[in-house]
């Protein structure tokens, strides 16, 4: 709960990246896409934040909830092209990322 977010290498247990620019508020989720190179993640600063996996790379947000975020996935019936999120707002949204306006 320090809003770091670090990618390690599995394989030799080494920091490869460490993400400065990120969330502001605590973390709820992290969830990486199921057949690509990217995660997302997101929390008490009501955006979910979208990262390469590979290089640590911001590649934007996703806004428009209006309160904590509690949990985010990409759905598996379209090989992830849409996002599902849930909120202390009381809403479930589907977003489509590569469509959405990043901040």
Same mark, same amino acid.
């Given at each position: 709960? *320090? *809003? %770091? %977010?670090?990618? @390690?290498?599995?394989?030799? $247990? /080494?920091?490869?990246?460490?993400? /400065?620019? #990120? !969330?502001? /508020?605590?973390?709820?989720?992290?969830?990486?896409?199921?057949? &690509?190179?990217?995660?997302?993640?997101? &929390?008490?600063?009501?955006?979910? @934040?979208?990262?390469? #996996?590979?290089? +640590?790379?911001?590649?934007?947000? %996703?806004?428009?909830? /209006?309160?904590?975020?509690?949990?985010?996935?990409?759905?598996?019936?379209?090989? #992830?092209?849409?996002?599902?999120?849930?909120? +202390?707002?009381?809403?479930?949204?589907? @977003?489509? !990322? $590569?469509?959405?306006?990043?901040?």
């Amino acid at each position: 709960m *320090n *809003n %770091l %977010l670090r990618i @390690w290498s599995s394989e030799t $247990l /080494e920091l490869k990246h460490a993400i /400065e620019d #990120g !969330p502001t /508020e605590d973390l709820n989720f992290l969830e990486w896409h199921p057949k &690509g190179n990217v995660f997302i993640t997101g &929390g008490k600063d009501l955006l979910i @934040w979208m990262y390469n #996996g590979a290089n +640590g790379q911001f590649l934007g947000c %996703l806004t428009g909830h /209006e309160q904590e975020i509690f949990s985010a996935q990409f759905t598996l019936n379209d090989s #992830g092209k849409h996002i599902v999120s849930c909120s +202390g707002d009381r809403t479930i949204r589907l @977003w489509a !990322p $590569l469509k959405s306006q990043c901040l």
